[in-house]
C-alpha cells in the first residue's frame, strides 16, 4: 500500500470538538478498502509457518522499537503483521515546512503519518499493516494528564471490549504464534501505550474463547512485550557523554540511582539479533520525517554508538512457555521470538 498525505488527508481533517468530520470517515474507509487483505490473500498468511502480529501505538512506534525485528523476520519468510491503534494526531512535527500539519493549527498531521507510515513498511518489507478499527477510529491521546486524553474519540478512552474486539477479528484472520505489544506502563507513561497494552492482552485472551458455533478461536501461542535493559541504556548514555555528546537524552545520568523507560535486565528473556537489518531501520526512521529527526537524538545515537545501537531489541516473555536451551544465548535469553514452537 502507498498513501500519499495528499490523498490521505482531507482539508476539514476534523472539526473543532476534535471528533472525526464527516470526510475524514470517507478518508479512512478509502485507506482500509487499500489495506482490507482479500480471502485469497487471507490464506496465503496462513501458508507461512510463522506468523508474528505486532499492537502499536502510534505511527513510528513500530519501527523504533522492532524495527529490525519485523525486518528479521520478514526476511526469512515470516508473515508480519502491524496493528497500529491511532494515527498519532497530537505528535509533534519536526519538519519546519509541515508545521501547519500540527493539532493546534489544520489538525492534519495524522493523516500524512499513514503515508510515513506505509514509507516505513515499505522499507522494512512488512505489506500487512492495518488501523485498529480502520484509519481515524481512534485518535492520539496525547501525553498522559493533557485535556486530549477526556476527547471522546481519542484511545484512552476507547471501550476496551469493543477495542479488543476490533483486534480479535485480525488474530482470528491472520492466526499469529506470537504477538508483541507494550508492558503494563506502556514502557513510558503514554496512554496511549498503556491502552494498547491491555487491548492487546484482552484480544489475545477473547481471541481464544469460542462463543458461539461460528467462532473459530485461535491461542496465541506467546506474548512479547518489548523492553530496553537497564544495562543497554546505562551503557549508550556513558559511551555518548564520553564520546563528548552531551546533548543527547539531556539530562539523563547514567549512574543515577533510577532510569526511566528500562526494565531490570534479570528481566528480559529474549534478545533480537539482527544487525544485518540495520540498514532497513534506519531507513524506516527516516521516513517517519515528521517524528525523528535526522540530525535529532536517534541519528546521533547511531553516529557515536555505531550500528549495533540499533541492531538489537530486547523483548520479556510475558505470555507462553521459552525455547528451548539451544535457542539461548550465553546470558540464557531467548534469541528467537518463535523459540520451542517451530
Not at 7 to 16: I, K, L, V
Amino acid at each position: 500500500m502507498t498513501v500519499t498525505p495528499d490523498d490521505a488527508r482531507p482539508d476539514d481533517a476534523a472539526t473543532s470538538t476534535g471528533q472525526p468530520a464527516e470526510s475524514v470517515l470517507v478518508a479512512a474507509e478509502s485507506v482500509l478498502e487499500e489495506t482490507a487483505p482479500e480471502a485469497e490473500s487471507s490464506m496465503r498468511v496462513l501458508d507461512s509457518p510463522r506468523r508474528l502480529l505486532l499492537v502499536h501505538a502510534h505511527p513510528d512506534d513500530e519501527t523504533i522499537g522492532n524495527g529490525v525485528t519485523m525486518a528479521r523476520y520478514v526476511a526469512t519468510g515470516a508473515h508480519v503483521t502491524l496493528v497500529t491503534c491511532t494515527l498519532g494526531e497530537e505528535g509533534e512535527v519536526l519538519v519546519p515546512e509541515l508545521a501547519h500539519l500540527a493539532a493546534d493549527r489544520d489538525d492534519g498531521l495524522g493523516w500524512h503519518r499513514v503515508g510515513e507510515l506505509a514509507a516505513a513498511m515499505e522499507a522494512l518489507g512488512v505489506t500487512d499493516h492495518r488501523f485498529l478499527g480502520g484509519a481515524g477510529r481512534y485518535r492520539d491521546s496525547g501525553m498522559m494528564g493533557l485535556p486530549t486524553n477526556d476527547r471522546e474519540n481519542s484511545f484512552w478512552q476507547a471501550d476496551l471490549e469493543e477495542a479488543a474486539g476490533h483486534l480479535v477479528e485480525i488474530i482470528r484472520e491472520v492466526r499469529p504464534q506470537v504477538v508483541v505489544t507494550y508492558d503494563t506502563n506502556g514502557g513510558y507513561g503514554h496512554p496511549d501505550h498503556i491502552q494498547a497494552h491491555r487491548v492487546a492482552m484482552r484480544a489475545v485472551e477473547l481471541a481464544a474463547k469460542p462463543v458461539s458455533d461460528d467462532d473459530s478461536p485461535w491461542q496465541v501461542d506467546k506474548v512479547y512485550w518489548n523492553a530496553l535493559p537497564e544495562s543497554w541504556l546505562r551503557d549508550s548514555l556513558r559511551q555518548l557523554r564520553d564520546s563528548g555528546d552531551s546533548t543527547t537524552f539531556e539530562g539523563m545520568d547514567p549512574d543515577a540511582e533510577e532510569l526511566p523507560m528500562v526494565v531490570p535486565d534479570e528481566d528480559v528473556t529474549t534478545v533480537i539479533d539482527a544487525v544485518e537489518h540495520v540498514d532497513a531501520k534506519l531507513a524506516a526512521m527516516r521516513a517517519h520525517a515528521t517524528q525523528i529527526a535526522v540530525d535529532g537524538p536517534f541519528f546521533a545515537l547511531s553516529n557515536n554508538l555505531g550500528n549495533r545501537v540499533w541492531g538489537t531489541e530486547a523483548y520479556v516473555l510475558a505470555q507462553g512457555i521459552p525455547g528451548p536451551g539451544e535457542d539461548r544465548d550465553s546470558e540464557g535469553r531467548e534469541t528467537d521470538l518463535f523459540a520451542g514452537l517451530d
